[in-house]
Structure formats: C-alpha cells, structure tokens
T-cell receptor, first 112, second 114 residues
Framework: KAGVTQTPRYLIKTRGQQVTLSCSPI?????VSWYQQTPGQGLQFLFE???????NKGNFPGRFSGRQFSNSRSEMNVSTLELGDSALYLC???????????FGPGTRLTVL | AQSVSQHNHHVILSEAASLELGCNYSYGGTVNLFWYVQYPGQHLQLLLK??????LVKGIKGFEAEFIKSKFSFNLRKPSVQWSDTAEYFC????????????FGTGTQLKVEL
C-alpha cells in the first residue's frame, strides 16, 4: 500500500506571495491532518479534515487554510507569506478517529 | 489544552548502552500516547503507541514504553542502543474522541557513538 505523498517536496517563495501544498493520504484513510515543523517551535498542529469537513483547528492565523476533496486528498494554502512561515509542512493520514497517524515526507517551504 | 514535556533535549550514548527518554503530559481526560522517530533525512515513523490495556507496550526495533497514569508519564526505553538508533524522538498525545490532533513534545535528539 502506498504511503502518504506530498507535493511539491520543496518550494521557494517570496514574502507576500501565496502557496498551495498538496497531500494524498493512504488509500482508504479519510482523515488528513497538517503540521508545521520548525527548529524553534517544533511540531505544531495546523488542522484536521475528515470527510471534507474541518474537524480540528490549531492556533494559527487565518492566512493558513485548507480543504479536503471527496477522494480524501487535501490541500493547504498559506496566503501573504511571511519569513516566519518557512518550515517543513507535514501531512498525516489516519483511518479512524483518535487513531495512529501516518506521516508523509513533508514539503520544505522557504520564504525569502 | 494538552501539553507534552520531554526532559532530555540532547542525549549522547555509546553503542550497547541503555536508553530511557522521559515524557510527561498534561491533560484532564483520557489520551492515546505515541512515540514517533525521525531518522536523518527520513519522515516521521511510529515507534509505538498506547491506547488501552497493558501499560507496557512494545514497539519496533526493540523499543518499549511504559504508561504510568498516576505520573502522567510515558517513558521510552531500549536495553541496548545501536548506532542506527541515532535520530530525533518525539513523544505525542492525542485526546480520545477528539479527532486526530497530536500534541508533540519538543523532541529528543539521540546520538549513538560507536
């Protein structure tokens, strides 16, 4: 069974731009969660989608948004990029609720 | 809100030494507990998990962890580490029934020397 895939793997943007990251969960998994990983803040939860609905949300500004499609694939969008948004963005998928999460390789975003 | 503390930020051990990484959490309800590992250049992988039952859980690669409810702790152990265990280790908690939201500790960077 294929694992969680994320595209693109690397991105370089400039301040003020917006970016869209994509995540394809493991086949059959309906829950997709997004995390931001930085050296200073560690791993922080962004949001979770389940059956196309946002089920949980972390403490990030409204510039961070996401959505999930009917095939469970998910995208996250960051608008008006800031230098501090430079991070590794991880996607994880789960089969059920309060369940083990399987992580993708991440998208490394650099904001210049 | 829940929080997770990992007391050791950097640990250096020689091969064959024993390992214990501390993890304490704060949350008023029931939680599922996890240890994830991130090898250099690789993505996060699950080492082991505790949902219920026997508080001593065994994971991959000879790792085990013990859940002590009275101490809100979930410490990771390995009797004899190998050079290939060099990685960053994350403890994480997830409230039961609240969806799939993991709260991670700050991580422990383990270096095993030959």
């Amino acid at each position: 069974k294929a694992g969680v895939t994320q595209t693109p793997r690397y991105l370089i943007k400039t301040r003020g731009q917006q970016v869209t990251l994509s995540c394809s969960p493991i086949s059959g998994h309906r829950s997709v969660s997004w995390y931001q990983q930085t050296p200073g803040q560690g791993l922080q939860f962004l949001f979770e989608y389940f059956s196309e609905t946002q089920r949980n949300k972390g403490n990030f500004p409204g510039r961070f948004s996401g959505r999930q499609f009917s095939n469970s694939r998910s995208e996250m969008n960051v608008s008006t990029l800031e230098l501090g948004d430079s991070a590794l963005y991880l996607c994880a998928s789960s089969l059920g609720t309060s369940d083990e999460q399987f992580f993708g390789p991440g998208t490394r975003l650099t904001v210049l | 809100a829940q929080s997770v503390s990992q007391h050791n930020h950097h640990v250096i051990l020689s091969e064959a030494a024993s390992l214990e990484l501390g993890c304490n959490y704060s949350y008023g309800g029931t939680v599922n507990l996890f240890w994830y590992v991130q090898y250099p250049g690789q993505h996060l992988q699950l080492l082991l998990k505790y949902f219920s039952g026997d508080p001593l859980v065994k994971g991959i690669k000879g790792f085990e962890a013990e859940f002590i409810k009275s101490k809100f702790s979930f410490n990771l152990r390995k009797p004899s580490v190998q050079w290939s265990d060099t990685a960053e280790y994350f403890c994480a908690v997830m409230p039961t029934g609240g969806g799939n939201k993991l709260t991670f500790g700050t991580g422990t960077q383990l270096k095993v020397e030959l």
